[in-house]
């Protein structure tokens, strides 16, 4: 799809949000008189991005495009000692992960952090980690996938918006050469982590439900989601936007994991619920066909609610994966011509 019918930072200048109560009196789903989520300080030219693994490993010479391009957006980058670590799939042990990610939530000079890989490994570490300091010197966390579990615990606890984006391994070698797509996505990372405003259409699908909502926009990959179902890190939905991504699942078990979500009343008080990419599904066994899709799947769990819905949004484990500020008012507007997301 064309490139900028994806991403536009744009300063939205002259456009305003009506009180929550006035979005109310409209109709508007979601709407909230809560305070609003505090945002990390953003970025500018000299501080400091940490680059740690909570989850997989990635080696030193892994991240050197990705450490290349921060660089030249004028950032200073702060490698974190499980770059290069490995514990079978795991950036280190549970405790050498723990310690690098403690480090770099605790240091103050630190603005950002960039894990450098999903996989598998960040729920293992959440409750051995402390997050006051964090809390009185907040930052950007930069990640997706396996990073699900870390926004969902911070949105949870503390309030503190963060980054769902792509992270070191997604870098292209050559930026000048990469397709427009992966620019632009690349891209979007600098253009939130700098402060600018953020808004992405998606083409209309005849399967979207129609509306506008207005709330903090939280989510990410649905098997992390469903993991942490019960635990401290358990996502809260109420009045917000939520997203979801995955990747790699068979049909039935993607069933399964929305089926939980729908038992566990998190879909009930959505604002709106966006459908990211859905990618590289696994064929059904022969002979056991799950004959659903996800269209079918998503709209059988939200029939009952009145909320807007999206499907095949830019975002997941695609080249178009956006990024988007977890934990921050958003409004979502869904209409016939369009999809349109903004912060």
């Known amino acids: 799809m064309n490139r900028k019918h994806f991403l536009s930072a744009l300063a939205t200048a002259g456009i305003s949000i009506p009180a929550a109560q006035t979005l109310a009196a409209m109709g508007v789903a979601g709407t909230s008189t809560a305070k609003e989520p505090q945002v990390p300080p953003y970025l500018k030219p000299?501080?400091?991005?940490?680059?740690t693994c909570p989850a997989g490993y990635i080696n030193k010479e892994e991240i050197l495009p990705s450490l290349r391009i921060m660089e030249r957006w004028g950032f200073n980058i702060r490698i974190g000692n499980t770059v290069g670590m490995r514990d079978y799939s795991f950036g280190g042990t549970d405790a050498e992960r723990t310690k690098d990610l403690q480090a770099m939530l605790n240091d103050p000079n630190v603005k950002a952090i960039m894990c450098g890989r999903g996989g598998y490994g960040t729920a293992r570490i959440l409750d051995q980690l402390d997050f006051s300091r964090f809390q009185r010197h907040p930052k950007w966390i930069i990640g997706f996938s396996d990073i699900t579990a870390l926004h969902c615990h911070v949105n949870r606890h503390y309030g503190i918006a963060t980054l769902h984006s792509k992270?070191?391994?997604?870098?292209?070698?050559?930026?000048?050469?990469a397709e427009p797509v992966i620019q632009d996505t690349i891209m979007s990372i600098y253009q939130?982590?700098?402060?600018?405003?953020?808004?992405?259409t998606a083409p209309p699908d005849a399967?979207?439900?129609k509306g506008t909502a207005r709330g903090v926009l939280i989510g990410g990959n649905l098997s992390v989601i469903q993991s942490i179902s019960g635990t401290n890190s358990?996502?809260?939905?109420?009045?917000?936007?939520?997203?979801?991504?995955?990747?790699?699942?068979?049909?039935?078990?993607?069933?399964?994991?929305?089926?939980?979500?729908q038992r566990s009343h998190k879909l009930d008080n959505l604002a709106g619920l966006i459908i990211g990419g859905f990618n590289r599904l696994k064929p059904d066994d022969p002979g056991e066909e799950f004959g659903r899709t996800v269209y079918d799947m998503v709209q059988e769990k939200v029939k009952s609610f009145k909320y807007p819905v999206c499907y095949n949004f830019p975002a997941g484990h695609q080249k178009n994966n956006y990024a988007l500020k977890c934990g921050m008012m958003h409004t979502l507007s869904v209409t016939d011509e369009k999809v349109l997301l903004k912060d």
């Open 234 to 261: 358990e996502i809260d939905t109420n009045g917000k936007i939520l997203f979801l991504e995955e990747v790699g699942e068979y049909l039935y078990n993607i069933d399964r994991m929305l089926n939980t979500l």
């Open 207 to 209: 399967n979207n439900r």
């Open 192 to 200: 939130a982590l700098t402060g600018k405003k953020m808004q992405y």
């Open 46 to 51: 000299g501080d400091i991005i940490g680059i």
């Open 167 to 177: 992270m070191c391994n997604s870098f292209p070698d050559d930026f000048n050469n």
